[in-house]
């Protein structure tokens, strides 16, 4: 495995740890703000559209004028948002929101990631590229799953939420020094000297 698939996959488990870190607390979480069953599943139902829809959109737009990187920093902007509002949802039109703006967050992170991810590995090596890749991913749900239970029990919903951000934050970070290594690489594959 290459430096660059190792960042990314960095990276990839960053994000796949965020968004774990709600699943053991999503029914709790749900009641808390006076919803029930039917809120939890619309509000996934929102979410699981809009990222399937928009990833086709935004897959299609990064594909016709090549701004992965652009849109890996971009979507990183809108899911860091978006789980800030987490901590501010109150009722469940607020949750419907904050689940609709991380849906397309996630439409436009996950295209221009796999892209990048597809391109920094050889091809034959691609086997194994992606079974690192979905390891890791499984691998990164199960212990934001425990973490986020621990730190419910000792923090509550609130402590959470906030790690959520702090890792949202951090995975902004990583994709934007990723995405500069990305650059320089570029610059100096293409003979161009940066300072």
């Not at 774990?20 to 996934?44: C, E, H, M, S, Y």
């Not at 990064?62 to 701004?67: G, L, P, S």
């Not at 948002?81 to 992170?109: D, N, R, W």
């Not at 690192?132 to 609130?158: D, E, Q, T």
Request: proline content about 2%; glycine content about 8%; overall charge positive.
């Amino acid at each position: 495995m290459n430096r660059l698939m190792l960042q990314l996959n960095f990276l990839n488990i960053i994000i796949i740890m965020t968004g774990g870190f709600l699943t053991p607390l999503w029914g709790n979480f749900v009641k808390q703000i006076g919803g029930d069953v039917r809120t939890a599943g619309i509000a996934i139902c929102i979410f699981s559209i809009i990222i399937g829809i928009c990833t086709i959109l935004a897959a299609r737009i990064e594909n016709k004028y090549r701004i992965e990187k652009s849109a890996l920093i971009f979507s990183a902007i809108i899911i860091a948002l978006a789980y800030s509002g987490y901590l501010l949802v109150k009722t469940p039109f607020e949750l419907y929101s904050v689940q609709l703006f991380l849906g397309i967050g996630c439409a436009i992170q996950t295209p221009a990631l796999y892209k990048l991810y597809q391109d920094s590995m050889p091809a034959e090596k691609s086997t194994l590229g992606w079974g690192i890749w979905n390891g890791f991913f499984n691998i990164a749900l199960g212990v934001a799953a425990l973490c986020s239970s621990y730190i419910a029990h000792h923090l509550g919903l609130r402590g959470v939420f906030l790690v959520m951000l702090a890792l949202a934050c951090f995975s902004l970070f990583t994709s934007i020094w990723v995405v500069s290594r990305l650059q320089r690489d570029d610059c100096l594959n293409n003979g161009i000297t940066t300072r």
